[in-house]
């Protein structure tokens, strides 16, 4: 469902996508956490839900877990899913 | 002569590496389609059969240079007798069920060192007018062994590893029980693989009935009449699989707290469910054990009308088990998030990325970097490996 709040995280800052969404972010770095509410903005699904966080941005690569962080750079890319599918 | 005649003589490893199909009976080394030609110049296959003298369970110098063979008497290209063979040609019971027609005889200055040579060169005289007018007859099939004593996993002998001369580190996987749970999607692509690996065995769990939706993420292509029967998903992999592999057991029930025990004894459990709580069962189980758990999973959204995702494969080892952290334990419910898309391209690629993770570990596959986590971002198509071992 398409509605403005889906934007609301900060409208201003350092363009990010999550989860193929455009973003603004207007710390200098960004915690797993926050990724995660960035990409679903309202209420948490599931709180127990173990999320897996994935960014890219050129070269600069990897996966954050609960408790990390990194620099925010602008066109990082976030993809956040809860991997339990087989 | 020994059960293991061909692997311990170099001269017929050689051979079977080489594409012969071999058989040895007895003390008779048979080697079958061996295409010749006739009086009526037709291409027909036959087979040559030599006793083979041995030194123990290995073969020795060939102690004659005649040879038998099961046939016409082979010709040239015109249909005329190749002369050069002749030597006998009386049908001879050599033994039990092994009747031959002929014998040839040629006979280079120093004897045959060896059954590679001698076998090439009989070949080569006999096939080679066969070849000048079929250029697809040859005697190097890689067909493999009919009843191939050799192998005690397989229906029919790997010789993809033999001709790439890769036996001894395909050998690295055998003697390994392997249990993959859940056979729905990823789980079924696992089988597809680790089937053509000689495991000792390979134990399938999962309660549930291959449905439609099942068959459009699973190996090869199920017929209607395959769901029409609705069979057990673990009966109906079986029944394929066991055509290559021949100790496959199926286990049509899911893992609960009655039989989770069973896993304990495995060398390598792939976990490839969708529920949160037979996982965590598993995982606080097995913690304590010395099986190597490797957890596979996907999430898959749909934005703006493309398919955006991350394929993991999570891997425990008795050395490093907090990586099961990263491993969601979570009750699947339902909810605006909780999509289950899966597709088939992705639960083969999260198979392929688990089973190379499990040939990393036993040393198949070169590992510099013992990543212990791995995901493949889709939209990004990013591999990235995690908790390494430093």
């Not at chain 1, 770095?29 to 599931?46: D, M, R, S």
Request: hydrophobic fraction near 35%; charge should be negative; include cysteine.
């Amino acid at each position: 469902m398409a509605n403005s709040n889906e934007h609301i995280a900060q409208d201003h800052g350092t363009p990010i996508v999550v989860n193929g969404r455009p973003k603004k972010w207007a710390g200098e770095t960004i915690t797993f956490e926050q990724v995660v509410n960035l990409a679903f903005p309202h209420a948490p699904p599931n709180p127990n839900t173990v999320y897996t966080v994935t960014y890219k941005k050129g070269g600069d690569q990897g996966s954050l877990v609960a408790g990390g962080s990194i620099a925010v750079k602008p066109g990082t890319i976030f993809n956040v899913t809860a991997t339990d599918k087989s | 002569m020994s059960p293991r005649p061909i692997s311990r003589s170099p001269d017929l490893t050689r051979l079977r590496e080489e594409g012969y199909e071999l058989e040895v009976r007895d003390a008779f080394l048979i080697v079958r389609h061996v295409p010749y030609v006739n009086g009526s110049k037709e291409v027909k296959l036959g087979c040559l059969v030599t006793a083979l003298s041995q030194a123990g369970d290995q073969t020795a110098r060939p102690d004659t240079h005649v040879i038998n063979f099961i046939g016409e008497f082979p010709c040239n290209r015109d249909g005329s007798p190749i002369e050069q063979l002749r030597h006998q040609s009386s049908q001879q019971t050599l033994a039990p069920g092994l009747v031959v027609d002929h014998s040839f005889s040629n006979k280079p200055a120093q004897g045959y060192a060896d059954y590679y040579e001698k076998i090439t060169t009989y070949v080569r005289i006999i096939s080679s007018p066969a070849e000048a007018i079929d250029r697809s007859a040859t005697a190097r099939t890689f067909a493999g062994s009919p009843d191939d004593e050799e192998d005690p996993v397989f229906e029919y002998s790997d010789t993809n590893s033999s001709r790439a001369e890769i036996t001894a580190i395909s050998a690295k996987l055998r003697g390994l029980s392997i249990a993959i749970v859940g056979l729905g999607g990823t789980g079924a692509y696992v089988l597809d693989q680790v089937a053509k690996t000689p495991v000792r065995d390979i134990h399938l769990f999962d309660g549930d009935i291959l449905q439609n939706h099942n068959a459009f993420r699973s190996p090869g292509a199920a017929s209607r009449t395959d769901l029409q029967q609705r069979p057990f998903k673990t009966d109906y992999f079986k029944a394929i699989y066991s055509r290559m592999h021949k100790r496959i057991q199926s286990h049509p029930v899911f893992i609960d707290g009655n039989n989770v025990g069973e896993l304990s004894s495995m060398d390598f459990v792939f976990v490839c469910i969708d529920n949160g709580e037979p996982r965590k069962l598993i995982f606080d189980r097995l913690e304590t054990s010395t099986a190597t758990l490797i957890d596979v999973g996907m999430g898959v959204f749909a934005v703006e009308g493309k398919l955006h995702g991350i394929a993991r494969a999570t891997c425990s080892t008795p050395g490093m088990r907090h990586v099961a952290s990263k491993v969601p334990f979570s009750d699947g419910s339902a909810d605006e998030y909780n999509t289950n898309i899966q597709i088939a391209d992705l639960n083969t690629l999260n198979a392929v990325l688990a089973v190379i993770k499990w040939k990393k570990l036993c040393g198949f596959y070169a590992d510099l970097e013992g990543e212990h986590h791995i995901t493949y971002t889709l939209d990004v198509n990013m591999l990235v490996g995690d908790d390494r071992e430093t």
